[in-house]
């Protein structure tokens, strides 16, 4: 480890966080939120990349900065990796993995910024908001278990940490605040099974609704519209590709050219394409996986040993049970 080394501060990373948090609140401007998204997506890339740099400063240089010298880097004369990139060498190479939910936002951060320079942001602010809560969640947790005393490059890094982490997390505080508000005025519309929104990334999406007046203000609609974050669905179809690909990080194509799980199955009851296999309390795969139709609402927590269709089957521990066809089909052959 090079103490010497300059490049990336952390109090840059900091310095970008705390300024994305603050521009977030009641009603951010549009070019506030835009700056938010960009800030916060800066300060998450320069702190990992910060806490690769402790271990070795070689890790964030791209591949086609592959051959430059310690002296190039610390006059920063180099490309270096995207956040994307510095997140996989973060599991690979130093060994810190996030978990599903640290991902998913860092993935949303992600998303929310490649929209912004492409298409301008499409998301609105309660969903940046809310990603932002996991974000600093995440980056509060990063530091205090990734980057100890011990491992920060200088002494100067130490004291930059003490003074700006209160800073964050009074910010922080404020934001949570914000969003645990806003989903208490929601209650009486989420009654039922809301499911979890791959935007703001918290469980406020409802298949259909009827109108819910002020201070609810959810209208009445009869495709998918998450209540938090306003964002819509033109069909249940829509929706399911969106949760299943952006917040399960499934695809077909991985299921096809990978041999990965499929994002859906055929639903043995109303027989729609729109059955998803994950945790309903968690919006993830684990840890309590079972079958949601987003058709007909109805659940399966195990497989047909015979032909892999969904089933009920209440002696799943002990028991493995045929869907009605095979029975069928067994009873005619008998
Ligand atoms: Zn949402
Ligand atoms: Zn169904
Ligand atoms: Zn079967």
Redesign the pocket.
Known sequence: MDRAVEFPPLANALDYLRDGAGRLGETPSPSDLKYAVLHLHAGVEVLVKYRLVCDDWRLILAPESVEASEQQFKAGDFRSIGLGKALKKLKDDAGISLTNGQRNAANALERFRNQLQHYGLVSTAEAVESQTTKVLGFVLDFIDQHLPIDVLRDDRDAEVLTTMLDDLRQKLSRIEHLVQQRMQHLQPALKGSPSWCPDCGLPAVLMSSAEHPHPVNVPAHSEPRCAFCTRRWDSLKYYVDDFTGIRLGLSVHTAVTEGGDYPIDWCPECDEELLVWFDAATGERRPNPTWRCFACENTFNDN?P????AVDNPEIATETK??R??IEEFGNRD
């Open positions: 047909c015979r032909c892999g269709r045929l869907c066809e095979c």
